[in-house]
T-cell receptor, first 109, second 118 residues
Framework: KQEVTQIPAALSVPEGENLVLNCSFT??????LQWFRQDPGKGLTSLLL?????REQTSGRLNASLDKSSGRSTLYIAASQPGDSATYLC????????FGAGTRLTVKP | GAVVSQHPSWVICKSGTSVKIECRSL??????MFWYRQFPKQSLMLMAT?????????EQGVEKDKFLINHASLTLSTLTVTSAHPEDSSFYIC??????????????FGPGTRLTVL
């Protein structure tokens, strides 16, 4: 059974810092991996989707990498802002989507 | 881009009543829809997978008689929480897979429904 783990569970940084969120999965037979943002009490906002054949995707200040063989992905956020404060979820598609527990990010002004 | 809507966005009900949540794909046909549940400060847990015109497949530990899923058309799936109890209070999120794209690609998520059972 696919298990998705995210580290750290929570992270607090001052504004302007670059940061890395980690995601690991136990079964490398995935179709794709997706990073989402979730604000409190809200639904999911898709940030980046990496197909299994890809190594990374970039959107603005966000960069996600995928190493399928080692079962790892990272989400890099450059020059963090208070508006980046949210929970970030990693999910892998294996027929259906399996989610990690998320990293709760707080960016302090 | 593909849009998935949910209705209602929130609902409060008394214990023992049944609540129906709708999930619609607005601009594409969804051959497969998924229902997730999210408890506070926890991640999304898949409850069931539904294919249009057939019975839903439930994950282990999810009571099919309590969480009734109907996927009667290519754009609509409903989740009915029967005889709801306070422990059913949660955030329910649906997602839909665009059947025109080969079936294994992106899932599109609805905005979620907050259920509170008093």
């Amino acid at each position: 059974k696919q298990e998705v783990t995210q580290i750290p569970a929570a992270l607090s940084v001052p504004e302007g810092e670059n940061l890395v969120l980690n995601c690991s999965f136990t079964d490398s037979a995935i179709y794709n991996l997706q990073w989402f943002r979730q604000d409190p009490g809200k639904g999911l906002t898709s940030l980046l989707l990496i197909q299994s054949s890809q190594r990374e995707q970039t959107s603005g200040r966000l960069n996600a990498s995928l190493d399928k063989s080692s079962g790892r992905s990272t989400l890099y956020i450059a020059a963090s802002q208070p508006g980046d404060s949210a929970t970030y979820l990693c999910a892998v598609l294996v027929g259906d989507m399996r989610f990690g527990a998320g990293t709760r990010l707080t960016v302090k002004p | 881009g593909a849009v998935v809507s949910q209705h209602p966005s929130w609902v409060i009900c008394k214990s023992g009543t049944s609540v129906k949540i709708e999930c619609r794909s607005l601009d594409f046909q969804a051959t497969t829809m998924f229902w997730y549940r999210q408890f506070p400060k926890q991640s999304l847990m898949l409850m069931a997978t539904s294919n249009e015109g057939s019975k839903a497949t439930y994950e282990q530990g999810v009571e099919k008689d309590k969480f009734l899923i109907n996927h009667a058309s290519l754009t609509l799936s409903t989740l009915t929480v029967t005889s709801a109890h306070p422990e059913d209070s949660s955030f329910y999120i649906c997602s839909a897979r665009d059947g025109s794209r080969g079936g294994t690609d992106t899932q599109y998520f609805g905005p979620g429904t907050r259920l509170t059972v008093l």
